[in-house]
């Protein structure tokens, strides 16, 4: 089911039901990171990689889930002490959205998207907080950009196998980013109604 999870984010899902429309100005801004030239651009859809090559196409929903929260909380590990990520205003549908803006039945492609809000220890500067994530995608080894038509500063990180994380600033800079991941598309039978989800993640410690 294609849900609007965004009050700006009308390109992720075209006619959809507004799930979250009654949410504050504090939604996050719509996903839909380019990838460097040369790759197939699916409107409004953050489908594109640095490498299509290495991309590791998830044989399940589970898989793809546990990859973006895995990456989701290395990130968090290396921000300020005090991080962290809370998804709860975005629990909607299964998890997915459709790949193509007409998909042709529920197999076509899907993707897993998870969005959360971030909360920072009280008087961390957010551009900073910003600059640091996409620093540490930088270490990792992605590609990382900053888009025109989001809020700047943003940053997109682009993972050699296909996943892309997004943080972005809000339009009121009193507000946290939102921090949101991506998987690569895979085809809509393996969705699931029965996916595990950590709703809310915090910093870990180094064992």
Not at 2 to 12: E, K, N, V
Not at 46 to 53: D, G, I, Q, R, Y
Not at 118 to 145: C, E, Y
Request: glycine letters at 8%; a negative charge; one cysteine or more.
């Amino acid at each position: 089911m294609r849900q609007d999870i965004m009050i700006r984010a009308s390109t992720i899902v075209t006619a959809t039901a507004i799930a979250l429309s009654a949410c504050s100005h504090s939604e996050p801004q719509p996903i839909g990171p380019a990838s460097p030239s040369g790759a197939t651009e699916i409107p409004g859809r953050p489908t594109e990689t640095t490498s299509v090559a290495t991309t590791k196409i998830p044989t399940s929903q589970q898989e793809a889930q546990d990859a973006i929260v895995r990456y989701l909380q290395e990130t968090i590990n290396a921000l300020p002490k005090g991080t962290s990520l809370d998804g709860s205003r975005y629990v909607v549908g299964d998890g997915t959205n459709y790949c193509e803006d007409n998909p042709a039945d529920s197999n076509s492609p899907v993707m897993v998207v998870d969005i959360r809000d971030m909360t920072l220890p009280p008087g961390t500067d957010t551009a900073s907080v910003i600059a640091q994530t996409g620093d540490t995608w930088r270490d990792w080894g992605w590609k990382v950009l900053e888009r025109d038509g989001f809020s700047k500063p943003n940053q997109f990180g682009y993972a050699p196998d296909g996943y892309v994380l997004q943080i972005e600033s809000r339009p009121n800079p009193t507000q946290p980013p939102s921090l949101t991941g991506t998987s690569p598309c895979f085809t809509g039978d393996l969705r699931s109604d029965h996916v595990k989800k950590e709703i809310v993640l915090k910093q870990q410690t180094a064992p």
